[in-house]
């Protein structure tokens, strides 16, 4: 079974780190969900404005086709996927695919997005990401991880974590 993942979290929490990782662990093509954002989209947030959830659905509908696209090694996604009906959406499009939460520590997050100069995500959006995350919920197939140990030593968590459950691949 080719691994049809989505790497999800808050700004900060190493989404797209973790799901670069992980997919060249797994021999995977990875996507940073980041570069599918319309225009519009990030010029609102490099202004400091969250988006909103009609703002989030045509981004929504892309990271879905990506994952639901053929991808012969299989996909690893990075995508915040912060309320249960964005995953929803994606899962629409995608029903195979499995959600991993990265939890990161409040003070480990606000250094590391404070560590991203240039980054359209300003500082100021993690409180209102904070605010809109609604956790993996016990029916919705995923797992959530902490990412205090590291990229790579998350990475193969999560691998370990999925073998002989969701993935099949050695």
Same mark, same amino acid.
């Given at each position: $079974?080719? !691994?049809v993942?989505?790497?999800?979290?808050?700004?900060?929490?190493?989404?797209? =780190?973790?799901?670069?990782?992980?997919?060249?662990q +797994?021999?995977?093509?990875?996507?940073?969900? /980041?570069?599918?954002? &319309?225009? @519009?989209? *990030?010029?609102? $947030?490099?202004?400091?404005?969250?988006?909103? /959830?009609e703002?989030? #659905?045509p #981004?929504?509908? %892309? *990271?879905?086709?990506?994952? @639901?696209?053929d991808?012969?090694?299989?996909?690893?996604?990075?995508? =915040?996927? %912060?309320?249960?009906?964005y995953?929803d959406?994606?899962?629409?499009?995608? !029903?195979?695919?499995?959600?991993?939460?990265?939890?990161?520590? +409040?003070?480990?997050?606000?250094?590391?997005?404070?560590?991203?100069?240039g980054?359209?995500? !300003? &500082?100021s959006?993690? =409180?209102?990401?904070?605010?809109?995350?609604?956790?993996?919920?016990?029916?919705?197939?995923?797992?959530?991880v902490?990412t205090?140990e590291?990229?790579e030593a998350?990475?193969?968590?999560?691998i370990? %974590?999925?073998?002989?459950?969701?993935l099949v691949? =050695?």
């Amino acid at each position: $079974m080719k !691994p049809v993942l989505v790497v999800m979290g808050v700004c900060g929490a190493g989404k797209s =780190s973790i799901g670069a990782a992980l997919a060249q662990q +797994l021999g995977a093509t990875f996507v940073d969900s /980041d570069t599918l954002h &319309p225009h @519009a989209n *990030v010029t609102k $947030m490099a202004a400091g404005t969250p988006l909103t /959830d009609e703002d989030r #659905w045509p #981004w929504l509908e %892309l *990271v879905g086709s990506q994952l @639901a696209s053929d991808h012969p090694d299989g996909i690893v996604v990075a995508c =915040s996927a %912060l309320k249960r009906a964005y995953r929803d959406a994606i899962r629409a499009q995608a !029903p195979s695919a499995v959600f991993v939460q990265l939890d990161v520590a +409040l003070p480990l997050l606000q250094s590391r997005v404070a560590q991203r100069p240039g980054h359209f995500m !300003p &500082p100021s959006l993690l =409180s209102s990401q904070l605010e809109t995350l609604e956790p993996l919920q016990a029916d919705e197939t995923g797992l959530t991880v902490s990412t205090g140990e590291g990229i790579e030593a998350t990475a193969n968590e999560i691998i370990s %974590l999925l073998k002989g459950h969701l993935l099949v691949r =050695s």
